[in-house]
């Protein structure tokens, strides 16, 4: 889906998140520890523009292996549920840039945890066909207990009696992320991957980094 084509209204936006969400694929395809791991995030400033940065890292190591930005102005409205129309065009663009393929993609967000079962890691995972999932820091949709307190401890986060994410414990005693699936990776393999890209902080270092260069690159 290129920019020119896309959708300009609520409805629009509403008709091609039903039409996309059934080319979700819920199968596990993903590498059980990719050679690498993309991050994506966005930064906006006050007249509607956008900064976009994707950063991919090694997965052993968490050392950056690559980084690209674009800038753009949004070109649909802020709605809850529909963000991926605001943010899916620089982050594509960004994307785009980079040398080498993704092998995973992480985003800053909700995957399947979303009203509509179609959040932006889903959307993103079927528009390029890469694995994809989420890393929300707070809870869109649903319901849960308390994880424990340690590290690696989690919870079901449940809508309407199906499960569509789970709460992790990323360190002891903070407060937990919200990891839903998006495309072509499980929920299990998600939260391992997501334990393994927080060694020290609460947040997945894909997340850190493209959250601090998506800042600097709206400066």
């Excluded at 699936?181 to 980094?209: F, K, Q, S, V």
């Amino acid at each position: 889906m290129h920019t020119e084509d896309w959708p300009a209204t609520t409805e629009e936006a509403l008709a091609v998140q039903e039409r996309l969400r059934g080319q979700v694929e819920l199968a596990d395809e993903c590498p059980e520890l990719p050679p690498t791991v993309t991050g994506l995030d966005v930064a906006y400033d006050d007249t509607g523009g956008i900064a976009a940065a994707v950063v991919t890292l090694e997965t052993a190591g968490l050392t950056v292996v690559e980084e690209r930005t674009h800038r753009a102005k949004a070109v649909f409205p802020y709605e809850p549920g529909l963000f991926a129309f605001r943010e899916l065009p620089p982050l594509l663009a960004a994307l785009e840039g980079l040398a080498h393929p993704p092998d995973v993609l992480v985003c800053d967000g909700h995957g399947l945890a979303h009203p509509r079962r179609f959040g932006l890691a889903c959307h993103l995972g079927v528009l390029t066909g890469l694995p994809a999932f989420g890393v929300g820091k707070t809870r869109f949709i649903g319901s849960h207990g308390t994880p424990a307190h340690v590290r690696g401890s989690s919870e079901p986060l449940v809508d309407a009696g199906e499960e569509v994410g789970a709460v992790l414990r990323t360190q002891d005693g903070v407060k937990p992320v919200y990891v839903s699936a998006g495309h072509r990776i499980g929920l299990a393999h998600a939260c391992r991957l997501t334990l393994a890209l927080t060694p020290r902080y609460r947040l997945p270092e894909t997340t850190r980094h493209a959250d601090r260069l998506s800042r600097v690159a709206l400066r």
